[in-house]
């Protein structure tokens, strides 16, 4: 089984593809000057003028000076990556995206075509824009989760939070700018190296949240496809599916967490091999190499010959055996379903009811009591009672019940229905799991 692997925020390096659109070559030209069109109308610049002028911006100025073109340029990179290897017959059995890599993995699975993937990316752009006011950012901490919570826990910011986790070396932090400072000076005392990263936005943090509802808004009326290709979200701990509601899952990315670690990890015991970075440099390869050692991991556009990086990704992305491509339905049934603890996924938008085991359908309802109620999501235990210990009365508590009934399309309410029978959250969870059993 073959992964492909699509960067997000920091997947911007000077030159990449450059070769190839000043030879003119079709596809890379076709994809910028398409994205392009987009761009310009809805912000105003393109992406192509900057990244390919003879001596193009460094990361670090490019942030500074237009982070709306390294977002553009890092989503376009990797589609015109992925066509350059379609045209030479590769294909990877399941996408992987990482934060705004979501979109491009996607988008090259055929969920979008590209020129409405980019209207979202520039709708994103533009709300985040107009609602971010946190002057936010994220910090990389040298160790693993566990340790990247207790910094967290000690600063006790209520807007400073576990935002990514990488792998056991690698988590980042994402908040106010004076919690990240904070973050960073407790970080040099305990021995841990940390590096702001080029970003724009406090991401996966819930700073964003009415930036979160503006997007899902927006984007709502874009057509959406069914895949071609399996999507594993380490957002949502699962695969994506026809039936989701792709503009309220790609607006939750904005305040919820990214689990890549546990995402590499499972797609790997389920079989998967060969890993192939769909975009510049190698930040994804590097992470899975560290994760999953002897695995092989291709960055095609991490050296200086893109061609020859690109002949790599293909024969890397076949079957070694020389067999058929993995059937999608195969990919999707070796991979469990694992929503981390802190992910609160979304139910598909369908009028038929959703199938899901308990531990998803407890996630979805806890995140949903917890933005109602704005309560940390670790009080909705099974056993905790909703009036007593909460203070959710009948009335709120009516109110929540009808929101998870058109969550989940549970229907009419049941005659003879009394909110005082589920006292506590486990009950509420039972009286779901009864309602959408098959």
């Known amino acids: 089984m073959s992964v492909a692997l699509f960067p997000g925020q920091g997947a911007y390096r000077p030159g990449t593809l450059a070769g190839l659109w000043e030879r003119g070559d079709d596809t890379v030209r076709d994809t910028y000057e398409e994205v392009d069109a987009v761009a310009k109308e809805k912000l105003g610049r393109n992406v192509s003028s900057t990244v390919f002028r003879p001596s193009p911006p460094s990361p670090a100025t490019l942030l500074a000076s237009a982070p709306d073109t390294l977002q553009l340029a890092v989503f376009t990179t990797s589609v015109a990556t992925h066509r350059l290897l379609a045209e030479r017959g590769a294909q990877a059995s399941v ?27 520039c709708e994103r752009i533009s709300v985040l824009r107009e609602y971010d006011t946190s002057g936010g950012a994220m ?76 997007l899902a808004a927006r984007i709502a009326p874009l057509r959406t496809r069914p895949l071609t290709v399996p999507v594993y979200s380490p957002i949502l701990g699962r695969f994506y599916r026809d039936g989701d509601d792709l503009a309220e899952l790609l607006a939750l990315h904005l305040v919820t967490p990214v689990d890549f670690r546990t995402s590499v990890t499972a797609l790997h015991a389920a079989g998967a091999r060969e ?33 020859a990086g690109l002949a790599q ?74 009036e007593a210990d909460l203070g959710i009365d009948s009335v709120k508590q009516t109110e929540l019940l009808s929101r998870l009934g058109d969550r989940f ?26 309602g959408i059993a098959p």
């Open 313 to 386: 990704a293909a024969e890397a992305l076949r079957d070694p055996l020389g067999g058929d491509a993995v059937p999608a339905a195969a990919v999707q049934a070796a991979v469990p379903v694992a929503v981390p603890a802190a992910v609160p996924a979304v139910a598909p938008a369908q009028s038929a009811p959703v199938q899901m085991d308990r531990d998803e359908l407890t996630a979805q309802v806890r995140a949903l009591y917890a933005e109602a109620m704005e309560y940390p999501d670790e009080v909705f235990t099974d056993d905790v009672l909703l």
């Open 409 to 434: 399309g549970l229907g009419v309410p049941p005659s003879g229905l009394r909110v005082a029978d589920y006292d506590t959250f486990g009950k509420v969870v039972d009286f779901v799991a009864a």
């Open 139 to 214: 910090l990389a901490l040298g160790c693993g989760r566990e340790r990247a919570e207790r910094v967290v826990a000690l600063i006790d910011h209520p807007d400073l939070v576990l935002a990514v986790d990488n792998s056991a070396g690698q988590a980042v932090v994402s908040g106010p700018a004076d919690a990240i400072a904070t973050a960073a000076g407790i970080a040099a005392q305990l021995g841990i190296t940390s590096t702001q990263l080029r970003s724009p936005h406090p991401f996966h943090n819930p700073l964003l949240a009415e930036a979160r509802r503006q």
């Open 275 to 307: 890993f192939v970075e769909i975009g510049a440099g190698r930040v994804l390869t590097a992470l899975v190499t560290e994760a999953l050692p002897g695995v092989h991991a291709v960055a095609p556009l991490a050296g200086r010959d893109d061609e």
């Open 95 to 121: 996408h992987l995206g990482h934060s705004l890599g979501e979109l491009a993995a996607l988008t090259c699975a055929g969920a979008y075509d590209l020129a409405d993937a980019a209207a979202v990316l």
